[in-house]
């Protein structure tokens, strides 16, 4: 049975650093609430000039370095994203081109921050399928661009960067002791469209418009979805709980991490964090997160990972897979 196994991942974060303090002198706000309430002590945010296909091209190069591959050797490309550069040409076609890459296929996947656990399930289907031998994913996002910076209920939480991996074919068992994707569980139910959106795109506005959220009920969802696509997943895998050695979460908030892990029955130990220096990077905080950890060398061969992720939709889902 074929795979998709990982066989590289890359990041890149922008230079500018924002810690909370900054917001202190401009909003009703402190250092203090923002640790308190969601974790985050500081963002990146992208330079004027830089735009997402610029964050997911030096992502991309990492990852493919990681991989020990040239562009020329990937099929297809996915961008996670909610901030393209344009309407249109897709950011995965610039990065494409930004690769020098000159064959293949690429094209970018919209599910806001469950962008990258869908870009996941869509690769997974495609590599198993046959279509593609190799897909490079990314996800990448600047969300300075669409905040507003009169909202502290939005515009605290959010920051820039761009994660990426790449997936290979590999033949296995058709057994949970394989290597790769093991299962996914994708959802969404478009009645939650109001709970958090952006106010603005083409056929609307004319403009990119601004992020608006309920915090609180995105926040009471995200508890109780999480844990359930995780535990659907890992049915699916015929896995339990107990057999995961990492969680890979959506870094939007440590106290919707820390519910889900508990509702996991997981310690936190087994938990990858990346909040506090990332803020929430919407569909990069995953690849994000995976490419800190593998850097820092702490997945071994055979650990089981699960991914999980909820966004505006509502849209959320998640992946296990072996490392
Ligand atoms: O990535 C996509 C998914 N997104 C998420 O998962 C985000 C989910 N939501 C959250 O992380 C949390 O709901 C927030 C961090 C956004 C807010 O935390 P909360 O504990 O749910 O607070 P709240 O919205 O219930 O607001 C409590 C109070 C309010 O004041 P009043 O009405 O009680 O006087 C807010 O106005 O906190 C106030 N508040 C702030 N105070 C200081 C909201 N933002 C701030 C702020 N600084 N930045």
């Given at each position: 049975?074929?795979?998709?196994i990982?066989?590289?991942?890359?990041?890149?974060?922008?230079?500018?650093?924002?810690?909370?303090?900054?917001?202190e002198?401009?909003?009703?706000?402190?250092?203090?609430?923002?640790?308190?309430?969601?974790?985050?002590?500081?963002?990146?945010?992208?330079?004027?000039?830089?735009?997402?296909?610029?964050?997911?091209?030096?992502?991309?190069?990492?990852?493919?370095?990681?991989?020990?591959l040239?562009?020329?050797?990937?099929?297809?490309?996915?961008?996670?994203?909610?901030?393209?550069?344009?309407t249109?040409?897709?950011?995965?076609?610039?990065?494409?081109?930004?690769?020098g890459?000159?064959?293949?296929?690429?094209?970018?996947l919209?599910?806001?921050?469950?962008?990258?656990?869908?870009?996941l399930?869509?690769?997974?289907a495609?590599?198993?399928?046959?279509?593609?031998?190799?897909?490079?994913l990314?996800?990448a996002?600047?969300?300075?661009?669409?905040?507003?910076?009169?909202?502290?209920?939005?515009?605290?939480?959010?920051?820039?960067?761009?994660?990426?991996?790449?997936?290979?074919?590999?033949?296995?068992?058709?057994?949970s002791?394989?290597?790769?994707?093991?299962?996914?569980?994708?959802?969404?139910?478009?009645?939650?469209?109001?709970?958090?959106?952006?106010?603005?795109?083409?056929?609307?506005?004319?403009?990119?418009?601004?992020?608006r959220?309920?915090?609180n009920?995105?926040?009471?969802?995200?508890?109780?979805?999480?844990?359930?696509?995780?535990?659907?997943?890992?049915?699916?895998?015929?896995?339990?709980?107990?057999?995961?050695?990492?969680?890979?979460?959506?870094?939007?908030?440590?106290?919707?991490?820390?519910?889900?892990?508990k509702?996991?029955?997981?310690?936190?130990?087994?938990?990858?964090?990346?909040?506090?220096d990332?803020g929430?990077?919407?569909?990069?905080?995953?690849?994000?997160?995976?490419?800190?950890?593998?850097?820092?060398?702490?997945?071994?061969?055979?650990d089981?990972?699960?991914?999980?992720?909820?966004?505006?939709?509502?849209?959320?889902?998640?992946?296990?897979?072996r490392?």
């Amino acid at each position: 049975m074929r795979r998709a196994i990982v066989r590289g991942t890359g990041h890149y974060l922008p230079e500018r650093v924002v810690e909370n303090s900054w917001f202190e002198d401009k909003l009703d706000t402190s250092d203090e609430w923002i640790r308190a309430r969601t974790g985050i002590e500081r963002r990146h945010f992208a330079a004027e000039d830089q735009r997402t296909s610029d964050l997911g091209i030096l992502a991309a190069q990492a990852a493919l370095a990681d991989a020990g591959l040239d562009a020329g050797q990937i099929d297809a490309v996915i961008v996670a994203t909610s901030t393209p550069d344009l309407t249109f040409p897709s950011v995965a076609t610039m990065v494409q081109a930004g690769l020098g890459m000159r064959r293949g296929f690429a094209y970018d996947l919209q599910a806001v921050c469950a962008g990258f656990v869908y870009a996941l399930a869509n690769a997974d289907a495609m590599i198993r399928a046959g279509l593609a031998d190799r897909v490079l994913l990314i996800g990448a996002e600047t969300f300075s661009r669409i905040m507003d910076w009169t909202d502290r209920g939005t515009c605290v939480l959010f920051g820039d960067g761009a994660g990426a991996v790449v997936l290979e074919a590999a033949e296995g068992q058709g057994t949970s002791a394989d290597r790769g994707i093991l299962a996914t569980d994708l959802n969404s139910d478009g009645q939650y469209r109001d709970l958090l959106y952006v106010d603005g795109g083409v056929a609307s506005t004319g403009t990119a418009g601004h992020l608006r959220m309920q915090g609180n009920l995105v926040f009471r969802h995200a508890v109780e979805k999480l844990a359930d696509t995780a535990h659907r997943a890992l049915d699916r895998a015929g896995l339990t709980p107990e057999q995961v050695d990492w969680l890979v979460p959506h870094q939007a908030n440590l106290r919707i991490i820390e519910a889900t892990a508990k509702r996991m029955r997981l310690p936190m130990e087994k938990v990858v964090l990346t909040v506090a220096d990332h803020g929430n990077t919407s569909a990069a905080s995953i690849p994000l997160a995976l490419s800190v950890a593998n850097a820092e060398g702490r997945f071994k061969p055979g650990d089981v990972l699960v991914a999980e992720a909820i966004g505006g939709g509502l849209a959320w889902g998640s992946v296990v897979l072996r490392w």
